[in-house]
């Protein structure tokens, strides 16, 4: 391939298909770069197949032999519950947050500039930063399970249910964005196993079902600015084996 021209291949029905020529071509890549952690939401209602459509995308998410260990409780009516998972949040953001020296938050937040970046610290300690559960439109309880499948063994929740969430967490996160609304992960509700408890008991979660996070959508209340940057793929990747950088085509372009 070269230029601006696409070369032409076929699906797996033997039908042509065109593939774009160059990464920035496409949506997808796009979608995620633009994708940010959204903790502020206008209260706005989204319509419901919106929420459908979002829906959708955690279904169709890969797991192993198709056998979708995870579930999904979608909150929109109960505002009590989006309280309660506000009040923990905001409770475990002050023991998370709450003691750490400005200088190693600071640091990890390099990228919000003077003089905001004091302002976004002290919403970090008080842990108001995390009650953003309250004002979403819809609050996601995604749930995994390291049983329900019919092996003979357990896999590790980490390394299973977990793994299949996170892959419908995505889904759900670009669609989302794609429609021009916000998302938060807010893992803080489940991160103490006496909160998830509490969790599991007012959603009614049965035992071989453990809820991972919040998953909230709504309207931003302001646009954020793009993420800070990424290291370069050498400096995540290796080619082949560990510690043997991966090269970008750029550069092996150059060596040629």
């Given at each position: 391939m070269s230029g601006g021209t696409t070369e032409t291949k076929t699906d797996s029905s033997g039908a042509a298909a065109e593939t774009p020529t160059t990464t920035e071509e496409l949506q997808s890549i796009q979608l995620i770069r633009e994708r940010r952690s959204i903790r502020e939401f206008t209260g706005e209602k989204i319509p419901d197949e919106h929420?459908?459509?979002?829906?959708?995308?955690?279904?169709?998410?890969?797991?192993?032999?198709?056998?979708?260990?995870?579930?999904?409780?979608?909150?929109?009516?109960?505002?009590?519950?989006?309280?309660?998972?506000a009040d923990i949040a905001q409770e475990m953001a002050q023991t998370a947050f709450g003691g750490a020296p400005f200088e190693l938050t600071s640091g990890r937040n390099w990228f919000i500039t003077d003089p905001y970046r004091a302002a976004v610290y002290a919403r970090l300690r008080?842990?108001?930063?995390?009650?953003?559960?309250?004002?979403?439109?819809?609050?996601?309880?995604?749930?995994?399970?390291?049983?329900?499948?019919?092996?003979?063994?357990?896999?590790?929740?980490?390394?299973?249910?977990s793994v299949v969430a996170g892959m419908a967490v995505t889904n759900m996160w670009l669609v989302a964005t794609e429609l021009g609304y916000g998302c938060g992960y807010e893992a803080?509700?489940?991160?103490?196993?006496?909160?998830?408890?509490?969790i599991r008991d007012r959603l009614g979660i049965p035992p071989m079902w453990k809820p991972l996070t919040a998953f909230c959508i709504g309207k931003p209340s302001k646009a954020?600015?793009?993420?800070?940057?990424r290291p370069p793929l050498e400096g995540l990747?290796?080619?082949?084996?560990?510690?043997?950088?991966?090269?970008?085509?750029?550069?092996?372009k150059k060596e040629e």
């Amino acid at each position: 391939m070269s230029g601006g021209t696409t070369e032409t291949k076929t699906d797996s029905s033997g039908a042509a298909a065109e593939t774009p020529t160059t990464t920035e071509e496409l949506q997808s890549i796009q979608l995620i770069r633009e994708r940010r952690s959204i903790r502020e939401f206008t209260g706005e209602k989204i319509p419901d197949e919106h929420i459908e459509m979002i829906l959708e995308a955690a279904r169709h998410a890969p797991s192993p032999e198709n056998m979708l260990m995870i579930r999904f409780i979608v909150i929109r009516d109960d505002q009590e519950t989006k309280e309660f998972l506000a009040d923990i949040a905001q409770e475990m953001a002050q023991t998370a947050f709450g003691g750490a020296p400005f200088e190693l938050t600071s640091g990890r937040n390099w990228f919000i500039t003077d003089p905001y970046r004091a302002a976004v610290y002290a919403r970090l300690r008080d842990g108001e930063l995390f009650r953003y559960p309250e004002k979403s439109d819809t609050v996601i309880v995604v749930c995994a399970s390291e049983s329900w499948h019919d092996a003979g063994y357990l896999y590790p929740l980490d390394l299973f249910g977990s793994v299949v969430a996170g892959m419908a967490v995505t889904n759900m996160w670009l669609v989302a964005t794609e429609l021009g609304y916000g998302c938060g992960y807010e893992a803080l509700v489940c991160s103490d196993p006496r909160h998830a408890e509490l969790i599991r008991d007012r959603l009614g979660i049965p035992p071989m079902w453990k809820p991972l996070t919040a998953f909230c959508i709504g309207k931003p209340s302001k646009a954020r600015q793009l993420g800070p940057s990424r290291p370069p793929l050498e400096g995540l990747m290796y080619q082949e084996r560990w510690g043997l950088p991966y090269k970008r085509l750029a550069f092996r372009k150059k060596e040629e």
